[in-house]
């Protein structure tokens, strides 16, 4: 516990600081466009990750030096961000209700996915765990501060099972994989495409985290863009969001050529990749218009409600100490 605290204290001071240097790590390049941008992106079957893989930003920008950069979970994102390595990032839902809590200078331009049955509770067959009440006395991993850790939260209180029962363990997904090898935990609430990974191993989905929006915890991946940025080159961020958005239609067209160019990072064969796609919900801007994401305007975002009742859900869990208004929230709603 002492330790996570610890962690959450540095987190937040690196935000902070984010926070008083905002504005001093970017050079404009006097255009409309930038002359270099860094986005930092996950290994989630959505419209960015077919993005990166067909080179579409690159032949969108042809005149920006697009760089990539890959992270494990929104927690690192959020690290990125403040330090100001990163333009534009991903992070779950979770992640970035903190960051706006804590005051980190970015703004959400769109929602990459919806997470339906893509992230969710995988236990070992072995373990004879078959419902949420049989984790007491188990070990569970998660990456804490992400949307999967709020998910794996939240499915303990719903189904009225003591959290000091559970030994719960931040662990990475790359972690949680070699920790599920060498049989050193029970169960891990994660997302794709480790957890596809950890069902093929003598795994089973006890919960999902579309089962869980059911009941109210919703989650989602989330594109933030820093806001100094977003003042600087609102063109690009218009442009890349169409860049998506067409990303989105391509899918919908053809989802198995799409499925089949996401299959070689996703670590799987084609006919897995499109399984995996369709446990996310790809949004068009368009439609991420729409008053229950979104919105067509801050105070009418859905989206935004979402993020304050998250911040509410992780104070109540002692995750971070406040939430701010919901009038904060619906400020970062890039509109």
Not at 177 to 183: D, F, G
Not at 188 to 193: E, H, K, L, R
Request: net charge negative.
């Amino acid at each position: 516990m002492f330790k996570r605290k610890k962690r959450m204290v540095l987190a937040a001071s690196v935000m902070l600081l984010a926070v008083a240097l905002s504005g001093c790590g970017e050079e404009k390049s006097g255009g409309s466009l930038p002359k270099e941008v860094t986005i930092g992106y996950q290994v989630i079957p959505n419209a960015e990750l077919f993005v990166k893989t067909q080179g579409l930003a690159e032949k969108a920008f042809p005149d920006t030096k697009i760089n990539w950069k890959q992270f494990d979970s929104g927690r690192d994102v959020n690290t990125a961000v403040a330090s100001g390595s990163i333009d534009l990032g991903l992070a779950g839902s979770v992640p970035v209700s903190i960051g706006i809590a804590n005051k980190l200078a970015y703004k959400v331009y769109f929602l990459h996915d919806i997470i339906g049955d893509a992230e969710s509770l995988a236990v070992r067959n072995a373990s004879e765990i078959k419902s949420v009440k049989d984790l007491e006395g188990k070990k569970v991993a998660t990456p804490f501060g992400s949307t999967a850790h709020f998910s794996l939260l939240s499915a303990l209180k719903l189904g009225g099972v003591d959290l000091q029962k559970v030994t719960v363990l931040d662990l990475q997904p790359q972690d949680i994989l070699a920790a599920w090898q060498r049989k050193d935990i029970d169960a891990a609430f994660v997302w794709n495409p480790v957890l596809a990974k950890l069902t093929a191993d003598d795994g089973s989905v006890v919960i999902s985290a579309k089962a869980l929006s059911e009941q109210g915890a919703i989650t989602a991946d989330v594109g933030v863009v820093r806001d100094k940025f977003a003042k600087d080159y609102p063109d690009f961020v218009k442009q890349y969001v169409n860049v998506l958005d067409d990303a989105v239609e391509e899918y919908r067209a053809h989802p198995d050529t799409v499925a089949e160019a996401l299959a070689p990072v996703l670590s799987t064969d084609k006919e897995d990749a499109l399984a995996q796609t369709k446990q996310l919900i790809w949004l068009t801007s368009e439609e991420q218009a729409d008053a229950k994401y979104l919105g067509a305007e801050k105070d009418k975002s859905g989206f935004a409600d979402v993020l304050k009742q998250t911040g509410e859900f992780l104070v109540e869990q002692k995750q971070i100490q406040s939430a701010p208004e919901l009038s904060v929230y619906q400020e970062a709603i890039l509109r």
